[in-house]
């Protein structure tokens, strides 16, 4: 937020400012885009950020930077959409958990400064398959597979999600009935 607040503020003015953090994540090509013609300015403005940014983190976590953790800061959380009913609703989501990335990063994770530098963008499912054996094949998503609070399956992945671990997208019907919980059977009134 420091480095955006010193090069895009005079710019753009503090009120057209206030209404960008609250929008798309600023992306870095942007940012050398708009200084291509004078490098020194920007290395002049980075340099005041990066010296602001560490003040600001001093007073809010501790003045030894070795201390520091991205995850920290930058946590997820799964809100559940009746959470916002009351307190006691918030017991529906999952999280927070601690999380890398940013917006630039290979491990999307995008925040708002302006929102304690929460996730808001970020993978929702992540599957590699292996088209030679399709039993091999891996994925995850956030949360867990069933969408019942207090189900065993409700945030059962979320763990594996965040750490970037995986379980067994099973292909076959002989794989699938060696590997099976329990069955659910739907039958017609």
Do not use: C
Request: aromatic share 10%; glycine share 6%.
């Amino acid at each position: 937020e420091e480095s955006l607040k010193i090069i895009l503020v005079p710019l753009i003015g503090k009120e057209l400012f206030d209404m960008y953090l609250t929008s798309n994540p600023f992306e870095l090509k942007r940012l050398f885009k708009i200084y291509e013609d004078n490098v020194k300015e920007l290395e002049e403005n980075l340099l005041t950020a990066l010296e602001n940014t560490i003040k600001v983190l001093s007073e809010k976590f501790t003045p030894d930077v070795n201390k520091w953790k991205w995850g920290d800061l930058h946590k997820v959380i799964l809100a559940h959409p009746f959470s916002q009913a009351n307190e006691a609703a918030k017991m529906l989501n999952i999280g927070p958990f601690k999380i890398g990335g940013d917006s630039n990063t290979l491990r999307n994770g995008a925040y708002s400064p302006i929102n304690n530098y929460e996730n808001i963008v970020g993978p929702s499912y992540r599957q590699i398959h292996d088209l030679s054996d399709w039993d091999k094949s891996i994925g995850v998503i956030p949360g867990g597979q069933s969408g019942l609070p207090f189900h065993k399956h409700y945030k059962d992945l979320m763990k594996l999600w965040v750490r970037g671990k995986y379980i067994p997208l099973l292909y076959t019907k002989e794989s699938i009935s060696k590997n099976l919980e329990g069955t659910f059977k739907l039958i017609p009134n």
